[in-house]
Every structure is written in C-alpha cells, then in structure tokens.
Nanobody, 116 residues
Framework: QAQLGESGGGLVQLGGSLRPSCAAF????????MDWYRQASVKQRGSVAG???????NYADSVKGRFTISRNNAKNTVYLQTNSLIPDDTAVYYCDAWAESGHEYWGQGTQVTVSS
C-alpha cells in the first residue's frame, strides 16, 4: 500500500532552520514528481516547492532563496531545507507524490512553527 510519511517539523525561532523530510513506501519513487505544500490554520493549502523525477525544481515566490527541495531516490525520500524562517512560514507542511499515470499520494503532514 502506498504511503508517504513526513517528519522533521518542529518549533524554531525567527531566522532559524528546519529540514522536514518525507519518506515514500509502496511506490516507485524515482518516477514520481514530489511536491511540498503547506496550510496555515486560516488559509488554503498552497504549493511551496516541487522537484520532478528528473530533478528540476520550482519554488513559490515567498520561499525562493530560503528553501531548497531535494530528493534521494536511493532512500525514497524528499527533503525541504528551510532557512531564515519567519512567522508567516508557520503551517502544516505536506508532501505529495504524483506520476504521469495520474496516481497521486499525500502524507499526513508535519507542523512547522516559527516563533518571533
């Protein structure tokens, strides 16, 4: 059964860093594009960063220069290095895997909280 599991969130002070990760099980990880989304309590879920199966990356304007997405196909894991965190980055961060076949999977989320 396909499953995604996020970890690595937490509480950090303004300007700090975290490195959430998302491990995939039960899918052919290397053929899936991977994305990170986030949802704050009063906002809609929005895209943060994505990485294609070939390694091309894209970022939301609000995180460019601060966040870096990467993947390790040998470990079936995608990472989101977050630096220079600000309170507006506080949200539940979700990972998403999708393939050209149309299959798509979501994780359960990990909370990132930035205190000022």
């Amino acid at each position: 059964q396909a499953q995604l599991g996020e970890s690595g969130g937490g509480l950090v002070q303004l300007g700090g860093s975290l490195r959430p990760s998302c491990a995939a099980f039960g899918i052919i990880f290397s053929i899936h594009a991977m994305d990170w989304y986030r949802q704050a309590s009063v906002k809609q879920r929005g895209s943060v960063a994505g990485i294609s199966s070939g390694g091309r990356t894209n970022y939301a304007d609000s995180v460019k220069g601060r966040f870096t997405i990467s993947r390790n196909n040998a470990k079936n894991t995608v990472y989101l290095q977050t630096n220079s965190l600000i309170p507006d980055d506080t949200a539940v961060y979700y990972c998403d895997a999708w393939a050209e076949s149309g299959h798509e999977y979501w994780g359960q989320g990990t909370q990132v909280t930035v205190s000022s």
